[in-house]
């Protein structure tokens, strides 16, 4: 699977940005999704993923009631909106996919995932 993300750019704080992640060579439809960030300087974290064994969205508490992940399966494409946006939300933002799998094998929040795309940068600046 082949993924690209695109939206990014530049935004004032409290502004709002979404981003875009199309898949090709594989149907979206069949794969969970996370997002994934990497600010300067830090290590990449995982920001909102459906769970690879049940589709269930775990977000970490810095974007929760901020940024949403939804999918468009007919446009093959997932998306990340985010508002309320904040300096420390400064980053390059990665999409990953992983097929889903059985329920009942175990996958850490935002672990596993094998595809993704090569970034999309998101800066937040007054």
């Known amino acids: 699977l082949h993924l690209v993300e695109s939206g990014g750019g530049l935004v004032q704080p409290g502004g709002s940005l979404r981003l875009s992640c199309t898949a090709s060579?594989?149907?979206?439809?069949?794969?969970?999704i996370g997002w994934f960030r990497q600010a300067p300087g830090k290590e990449r974290e995982g920001i909102l993923c459906e769970s690879i064994s049940t589709g269930e969205i775990t977000e970490i508490d810095s974007v929760k009631g901020r940024f949403t992940l939804s999918r468009d399966n007919a446009k093959n494409t997932a998306y990340l909106q985010m508002s309320s946006l904040k300096f420390e939300d400064t980053a390059v933002y990665f999409c990953?996919?992983?097929?889903?799998?059985?329920?009942?094998?175990?996958?850490?929040?935002?672990?596993?995932?094998?595809?993704w795309g090569q970034g999309t940068t998101v800066t937040v600046s007054s």
């Open positions: 990953a996919a992983e097929p889903f799998g059985p329920h009942y094998v175990y996958h850490a929040p935002c672990a596993d995932f094998g595809s």
């Open positions: 060579g594989g149907s979206l439809e069949f794969h969970a």
